[in-house]
């Protein structure tokens, strides 16, 4: 969880065998018709390049209506892993959480920790620390609210740009 408020490259002895390279992968190995490729993972989500390659293709196949999304949410027609605007990473994250949540039949504590772990592994100690996090934020905008003498559903906590 080191990273998650920072928008640098993290897990960058992450690698992953794969059938092919695909444009800007960093080969590091070939064996068998394989390649074994640097994984990294960027953004203030900590979105693996494969995960985030997954995610414009569900985004792509998505009927829903991206349109409505404000612009600096809506992804390119085209994934240059090079330049994802933080933004759209939010997006991204959003569409892989919902295919979890689609794949592990609505459980969302499962999700949670399949969104750091995996369908395979998912991390159960990843999604208590999300619960408490979730818990703590709640805790403050709450208080914040009655500080300022208002709903907390009225309140703006976030702009861009602040």
């Known amino acids: 969880m080191e990273n998650n408020y920072l928008d640098v490259p993290g897990d960058l002895r992450n690698t992953i065998w794969k059938k092919h390279a695909e444009k800007d992968d960093i080969v590091l190995k070939r064996r068998r018709g394989r390649v074994l490729v640097v994984n990294h993972s960027a953004g203030v989500w900590q979105i693996t390049r494969e995960t985030l390659r997954y995610a414009h293709r569900l985004y792509l196949q ?11 949410l809506r992804p390119p027609k085209q994934l240059d892993l090079g330049d994802i605007e933080p933004s759209v990473l939010t997006t991204y994250s959003g569409l892989i959480f919902r295919d979890l949540l689609d794949r592990c039949h609505g459980d969302v504590d499962v999700a949670v920790g399949a969104y750091n772990g995996g369908l395979g592994k998912p ?9 408490m996090v979730a ?11 009655v500080l300022n003498g ?13």
Request: aromatic letters at 12%; zero cysteines; charged letters at 25%.
């Open 123 to 131: 991390n159960a100690r990843y999604a208590e620390g999300v619960v």
């Open 150 to 162: 208002r709903p907390a559903a009225g309140m703006s906590f976030l702009r861009p740009g602040h």
């Open 135 to 145: 818990e703590y934020a709640r805790h403050v905008m709450e208080q914040a609210a």
């Open 62 to 72: 998505d009927s829903r209506e991206y349109f409505r999304l404000r612009s600096h």
